[in-house]
C-alpha cells in the first residue's frame, strides 16, 4: 500500500475518533483517555521513552519509582490536552471562562489596549488552545502559525479547529515572520510555541544546565516591532488551565544579534522556571537538548 493511501486511511480514522470522543458522555471519555496513558506508560514506545529521558534532565535526581509516577503523571498530562481538543468545540464561552486563571494578566491586556500588539512566548506545556480560546473571548485578535501536517486533510483539520476558536493561524514558511509584524502593528496578540529549534537558525540557551536550541522568532519580532514580549507558561489544574505571565526586557546596550540571544535565554529561563513547577504539564516527546550524540540537522 502506498503512503499515501495509509496517509488518507489514517487522517479518516482520526476525523471517526474526534466524532466518537465528542459523543461519548465526559466521565467516559477522560478515563478512556487516561487508561491509554497508562498503556503508553507500560508500554514506553519511543516517543514516550523520549518524554521520560526529558523530564529526568528537568527533575534531577529521582528513584525509578519515582520516575515512572512522573512519567505517568506527564502521560495523563497529555492524554487530557487531547481529549480537550477533541471535546473543546462543545465548549460553551462561559465554561472556558470560568476555567482559566491568570497571573499577570495586564502584561498583556495593557499592550492590546495601548494598540502596541504583544507577542507571547511559550512553551509546549498545558493547553495552549484553551488559554487562546480564552482571550478570544475577550475580543483580543489572536495569531499564530502552525507546521503543515501530513496528510493534508488532517492539517486543514487543525486549520478549521483553531479558527473556530478565533485565531488566525499562518502557515509556517519564509514569508510568515512579514506577515507576524504586520499584525503586530495592528494591536494583534501574536502567539509563538517557542521551546525547540533544532535548525541551524535556533538559538542556543542554556536549559537546566545543558545547551539547547530555541527559535530566534519572538525576540526579532520584539526588536523590529517595538511589541513588548512576555513568556506564558499553561499549567493545568483540576477545572482547567492557569496562565503565568512573565516580561522579557530588550536589553539597552548590544548588537542586534546579542540582544536576540540574551533575550532568547530569557525565555528559556522563565520556561525552566514553569516547567520546574509543574513537570508533568511540559509535554516534549521529542528531543530538546543538543549535547551527547546530538547530529545537526538543518530541519530537524
Avoid at 478570544?136 to 507546521?147: D, I, N, Q, R
Avoid at 541551524?200 to 530555541?214: C, H, Q, S
Wanted: with cysteine.
Amino acid at each position: 500500500m502506498s503512503a499515501m493511501f495509509l496517509e488518507k486511511v489514517g487522517a479518516k480514522a482520526y476525523f471517526i475518533a474526534w466524532a466518537i470522543v465528542r459523543w461519548l458522555p465526559e466521565r467516559f471519555a477522560y478515563s478512556f483517555f487516561y487508561f491509554g496513558a497508562r498503556i503508553l506508560a507500560r508500554r514506553k514506545p519511543k516517543s514516550v521513552r523520549r518524554l521520560g529521558s526529558n523530564l529526568a534532565r528537568v527533575v534531577g535526581f529521582k528513584t525509578e519509582s519515582e520516575m515512572d509516577i512522573l512519567l505517568l503523571k506527564a502521560l495523563n498530562s497529555y492524554m487530557r490536552y487531547w481529549c480537550d481538543t477533541f471535546r473543546f468545540p462543545d465548549w460553551s464561552k462561559e465554561r472556558i471562562r470560568k476555567t482559566v486563571t491568570v497571573r499577570n494578566e495586564h502584561l498583556l491586556m495593557d499592550a492590546i489596549k495601548a494598540g502596541t500588539g504583544v507577542i507571547v512566548s511559550l512553551p509546549h506545556a498545558g493547553n495552549w488552545d484553551h488559554a487562546g480560546a480564552y482571550f478570544c473571548g475577550k475580543g483580543v485578535p489572536l495569531v499564530t502559525v502552525a507546521e503543515r501536517l501530513k496528510p493534508e486533510a488532517l492539517f486543514l483539520k487543525f486549520l478549521e479547529y483553531r479558527q473556530s476558536i478565533g485565531m488566525e493561524v499562518l502557515a509556517l514558511d519564509g514569508r510568515s515572520l512579514a506577515t507576524l509584524a504586520q499584525r503586530l502593528r495592528s494591536g494583534a496578540l501574536v502567539a509563538l510555541v517557542a521551546d525547540r529549534d533544532l535548525s541551524r537558525n535556533g538559538i542556543t540557551v542554556d536549559f537546566f544546565g545543558a545547551p539547547a536550541r530555541m527559535p530566534a522568532g519572538p525576540a526579532l519580532l520584539a526588536i523590529n516591532t517595538g511589541a513588548p514580549l512576555i513568556t506564558a507558561f499553561v499549567s493545568y489544574t483540576d477545572s482547567g488551565i492557569h496562565i503565568d505571565f512573565n516580561p522579557i526586557a530588550v536589553p539597552s546596550v548590544g548588537s542586534k544579534d546579542e540582544k536576540i540571544a540574551a533575550m532568547v535565554q530569557e525565555c528559556a529561563n522563565n520556561f525552566a522556571q514553569g516547567i520546574t513547577r509543574a513537570p508533568q504539564d511540559w509535554h516534549m516527546l521529542q528531543r530538546i537538548w543538543v549535547d551527547a550524540d546530538f547530529v545537526e540537522r538543518e530541519n530537524a
